[in-house]
T-cell receptor, first 116, second 114 residues
Framework: DAGVIQSPRHEVTEMGQEVTLRCKPI?????LFWYRQTMMRGLELLIY????????DSGMPEDRFSAKMPNASFSTLKIQPSEPRDSAVYFC??????????????FGPGTRLLVL | AQSVAQPEDQVNVAEGNPLTVKCTYS??????LFWYVQYPNRGLQFLLK??????LVKGSYGFEAEFNKSQTSFHLKKPSALVSDSALYFC????????????FGKGTRLHILP
């Protein structure tokens, strides 16, 4: 398996522009997670899906952020409009989770976003 | 509420010496505990996890961790450090009796000095 795939790997954009990050989870996994990593705040969980349904989006910072998972093999994280403080590395992770069971999350390589 | 603490931002160890990266947790009920490692410009990689059973868990790259219920700790250890072990290490916890999300610590940067 190719692992979790994220695109683009790097994104540079100007303030106010729309940014869309993409993720393809590992085939067969039923949970998908979006994280943001910065020096100041460390690793933050933004949102996670189980069986394509958003379960917890309490980490989504503002209405400017939205995430979708239209099917089991694809998810997007959108920022509109983007701001310089959104600059970070965004990770997608997936896992196979049964209710009450342990889970090992597998992380993608991340998208490094710079908003000027 | 569940939480995890990594009290050290950075740990420096000489190559060949034993290393310990500390982690303590707070969770209702029994915990699932994890260690992940992040190398520069890479995503997090799973190292090991504790679910139940033997308190000493062995993982990838010669790492191990000891679950201590009375001290609510899950310290990561390796008998002999390598320069290539230099990376950012994350401890994570989830309550076993609930479907809560995993909580990650802030990370500890490990420097192995040649």
């Amino acid at each position: 398996d190719a692992g979790v795939i994220q695109s683009p790997r790097h994104e540079v954009t100007e303030m106010g522009q729309e940014v869309t990050l993409r993720c393809k989870p590992i085939s067969g996994h039923n949970s998908l997670f979006w994280y943001r990593q910065t020096m100041m705040r460390g690793l933050e969980l933004l949102i996670y899906f189980n069986n394509n349904v958003p379960i917890d989006d309490s980490g989504m910072p503002e209405d400017r952020f939205s995430a979708k998972m239209p099917n089991a093999s694809f998810s997007t994280l959108k920022i509109q409009p983007s701001e310089p403080r959104d600059s970070a590395v965004y990770f997608c992770a997936s896992s196979f989770q049964l209710p009450g069971a342990s889970e090992t999350q597998y992380f993608g390589p991340g998208t490094r976003l710079l908003v000027l | 509420a569940q939480s995890v603490a990594q009290p050290e931002d950075q740990v420096n160890v000489a190559e060949g010496n034993p290393l310990t990266v500390k982690c303590t947790y707070s969770v209702s009920g029994n915990p699932y505990l994890f260690w992940y490692v992040q190398y520069p410009n890479r995503g997090l990689q799973f190292l090991l996890k504790y679910i139940t059973g033997d308190n000493l868990v062995k993982g990838s790259y010669g790492f191990e961790a000891e679950f201590n219920k009375s001290q609510t700790s899950f310290h990561l250890k390796k008998p002999s450090a390598l320069v290539s072990d230099s990376a950012l290490y994350f401890c994570a916890v989830r309550a076993s009796n609930r479907d809560d999300k995993i909580i990650f610590g802030k990370g500890t940067r490990l420097h192995i000095l040649p």
